[in-house]
């Protein structure tokens, strides 16, 4: 069972470059998140998706950017690293309806280190 | 806005009881999770309540008091692979399509 896919799981980065965490999910769920956790912070969304081609800014967008060609797949780019985007990021997917439908599954994360 | 409380963190002794305290304020209610994260993994689904009173589950347990705005996460006959953080979550009212307001968890750690 594959479930959410998310790579790489470490990344070191120099201030100033430019990445893509990829993030796929095997369970035709529509709706697709991204979210950040920072140390004794709770989890921050970023980014979301309600289905192919349509995302939506979270609570923490700035600095990130991302697309939903498909309903598997939802890649998200960090552009011009600071050492703020430090940080454990989580892709997490849910079908989104009814009382089930509202589980969030999430990937195992993605540790990246801005230096 | 939405606010969420919980201890930051807990101690309790293998074969115990121990309960996990949530507080929350939200523009509009719509359930509440409960979602346990071992150190350098990923959350993972606990309990959902939507309804007042207790969802019971093997050893786990979560009460809803909406009038309250409280919840509790019940955990018994602790075991040590039961040391993790506990994440409260609400249902987000301003992007309604299944997102999550968490809590900065519960770090729970049991010992022998």
């Known amino acids: 069972n594959a479930g959410v896919t998310q790579t790489p799981k470490f990344r070191i980065l120099k201030i100033g470059q430019s990445m893509t965490l990829q993030c796929t999910q095997d369970?035709?769920?529509?709706?697709m998140y991204w979210y950040r956790q920072d140390p004794g912070m709770g989890l921050k969304l970023i980014y979301y998706?309600?289905?192919?081609?349509?995302?939506d800014k979270g609570e923490v967008p700035n600095g990130y950017n991302v697309s939903r060609s498909t309903t598997e797949d939802f890649p998200l780019r960090l552009e011009l690293a600071a050492p703020s985007q430090t940080s454990v990021y989580f892709c997490a997917s849910s079908r989104g309806r009814g009382r089930s439908g509202n589980t969030i599954y999430f990937g195992e994360g993605s540790w990246l280190t801005v230096v | 806005g939405q606010n969420i409380d919980q201890p930051t963190e807990m101690t309790a002794t293998e074969g115990a009881i121990v309960q996990i305290n949530c507080t929350y304020q939200?523009?509009?209610?719509?359930?509440l999770f409960w979602y346990q994260q071992h150190a350098g993994e990923a959350p993972t689904f606990l309990s959902y309540n939507v309804l007042d009173g207790l969802e019971e589950k093997g050893r786990f347990s979560s009460f809803l008091s909406r009038s309250k705005g409280y919840s509790y996460l019940l955990l018994k006959e602790l075991q040590m692979k039961d040391s993790a953080s506990y994440l409260c979550?609400?249902?987000?009212?301003?992007?309604?399509?299944?997102?999550?307001?968490f809590g900065k968890g519960t770090k729970l750690s049991v010992k022998p």
């Open positions: 369970m035709n769920h529509n709706y």
């Open positions: 998706s309600v289905g192919a081609g349509i995302t």
């Open positions: 939200t523009s509009g209610f719509n359930g």
């Open positions: 979550a609400v249902r987000d009212p301003a992007r309604s399509q299944g997102n999550l307001i």
